[in-house]
């Protein structure tokens, strides 16, 4: 079946910093990239989607300047969290589509923690 | 816009016994999709069963069946002969014909009692 995978699964750095996430899906091509934060307990909040090769899209309330989103290939996309804060803290998932119109393949996840 | 309403922050249920995870949505469109997704404790999202709006046959998917109620926007998720393992976050989502994105809902925490 289709996979992604998605790195680290976990990290912390230091405030001020940057910290980049991959997400790879590894036996399809994904057209489409969906970049989601969880906060403990609660659902999906979508940051942005991507198109590969185009610019993301991002939901109204995301720092497009802050989340910087990478999707060069069909096979890789990237999350960047640029002077990350302790406020960024969180669960980032990534989702994948390709192929089958209604198929959706998730990450991991990565557990960031800004000290 | 369409959102998806978890009523049902938390259920539980007895192992092997039955249990229904409701879900409503609200949208003006009559093409889409609906998904029932899993979040267990590893936090991989997993698909549980999805659902054809034009698509008047409930989906089924071993002990995972839905009750898709078009007219009431209603999609329960019914589980039959709980196992250990169900225990998760349940997620309801909804995606449009010819859009990208999901649209979740809140989500139910399901514990399943030995």
């Known amino acids: 079946g289709a996979v992604v995978s998605q790195h680290p699964s976990w990290v912390i750095c230091k405030s001020g910093t940057s910290v980049k996430i991959e997400c790879r899906s590894l036996d399809f091509q994904a057209t489409t990239m969906f970049w989601y934060r969880q906060f403990p307990k609660q659902s999906l909040m979508l940051m942005a989607t991507?198109?590969?090769?185009?610019?993301?899209?991002?939901e109204q309330g995301v720092e497009k300047d802050k989340f910087l989103i990478n999707h060069a290939s069909l096979t890789l996309s990237t999350l960047t969290v640029t002077s990350a804060h302790p406020e960024d803290s969180s669960f980032y998932i990534c989702?994948?589509?390709?192929?089958?119109?209604?198929?959706?393949?998730f990450g991991s996840g990565t557990r960031l923690t800004v000290v | 816009a369409q959102t998806v309403t978890q009523s049902q922050p938390e259920m539980s249920v007895q192992e092997a016994e039955t249990v229904t995870l409701s879900c409503t949505y609200d949208t003006s469109e009559s093409d889409y999709y609906l998904f029932w997704y899993k979040q267990p404790p590893s936090r991989q999202m997993i698909l549980v069963i999805r659902q054809e709006a034009y698509k008047q046959q409930n989906a089924t998917e071993n002990r995972f069946s839905v009750n898709f109620q078009k007219a009431a926007k209603s999609f329960s998720l019914k589980i039959s002969d709980s196992q250990l393992g169900d225990a998760a976050m349940y997620f309801c989502?909804?995606?449009?014909?010819?859009?990208?994105?999901?649209?979740f809902g809140q989500g139910t925490r399901l514990t399943i009692n030995p």
């Open positions: 989502a909804y995606k449009l014909w010819g859009a990208q994105k999901l649209v």
């Open positions: 991507s198109n590969e090769g185009s610019k993301a899209t991002y």
């Open positions: 989702s994948a589509r390709g192929g089958r119109a209604y198929g959706y393949t």
